[in-house]
């Protein structure tokens, strides 16, 4: 599948029933194809595994079980349902609606495409990622750097790989935002390691003057490197959120749950969580509501 095709497919596929979408979206001025709107009506807000076991506070999300597509100039696993991947019960969690880990082929990259009332974080692992918007943003991120974008009444940007003989891996999150048709925005910072080494370093809160970029939405985003034995014990920040963790490297377990290396594990209806590192260890740690207000 060639670029332009794939962006398409991800942009308008609307698979699934709507639920809830309409009355959500009814006091808000619509736009034409919204980004906000098409990924609204795939979710519902089923952060829950299914409708059997609502009593559950957590969901297991091993890194074998993720959504998988290779397009041959783009590998990606998706952590919930994006483009061609499907899944009902991997729809989000909360507010966190897409958690793609995508490899891109040295010189490739999406080109430029619109989104809209979106909150969308990307977070390079490893190599450059050349960015161009059509706010007269042009700018180059990599590792240790983390890069956010509101969308809001609409922006076009482009994603690129900028060396042509390496592979750029990166992270891409979209969170849906608690107010529609801001102004759009970018911002970028540059991480110092030496804040998350055995413990979680703030990289991402809803305060303009906080540690890290900021958002449009009540979710605090933490970054940790764990030397083995190494224990943490992490503080929702707000009622009513919960905690979304990613392991980037390494073994930890979280409230007694063995994770390894890309599994996913979300936690809700708790004020806090424990994390020990059983090996050498990085963990994104995603504290967002659980319900769009």
Request: negative net charge.
């Amino acid at each position: 599948m060639n670029r332009k095709n794939f962006i398409k497919k991800s942009l308008l596929s609307t698979v699934g029933v709507a639920t809830g979408a309409s009355a959500l979206s009814a006091n808000n001025d619509k736009v034409e194809n919204s980004t906000y709107d098409r990924l609204l009506e795939r979710v519902g807000f089923n952060h829950l595994p299914n409708e059997e076991i609502k009593t559950m506070k957590s969901v297991l999300h091993k890194a074998s079980s993720r959504g998988h597509a290779n397009h041959g100039w783009l590998d990606s696993h998706h952590s919930f349902s994006f483009a061609n991947y499907h899944n009902p019960e991997r729809m989000n969690f909360g507010v966190l609606r897409v958690l793609n880990d995508d490899i891109v082929a040295g010189g490739r990259g999406f080109s430029t495409h619109p989104h809209d009332n979106m909150e969308i974080i990307s977070i390079p692992l490893q190599g450059d990622l050349e960015h161009k918007d059509n706010m007269g943003n042009m700018t180059v991120i990599k590792q240790g750097d983390v890069q956010v974008m509101s969308a809001g009444t609409g922006i076009q940007h482009s994603e690129k790989n900028k060396n042509a003989s390496d592979e750029v891996r990166f992270l891409q999150i979209w969170m849906f935002p608690n107010k529609k048709n801001v102004t759009p925005r970018y911002d970028q910072i540059t991480l110092e390691a030496e804040h998350s080494t055995n413990k979680f370093q703030q990289i991402l809160s809803p305060n303009t003057e906080d540690e890290g970029v900021w958002v449009h939405q009540n979710a605090w985003f933490h970054l940790g490197n764990f030397e083995p034995g190494c224990e943490e014990t992490y503080a929702i920040k707000v009622s009513g959120n919960g905690v979304y963790a990613f392991v980037l490297e390494g073994e930890v377990e979280i409230e007694g749950q063995a994770l390894n290396k890309r599994d996913g594990f979300g936690i809700w209806d708790t004020e806090k969580i424990s994390i020990k590192a059983t090996k050498d260890a990085k963990v994104l740690l995603m504290d967002v509501p659980m319900q769009l207000s």
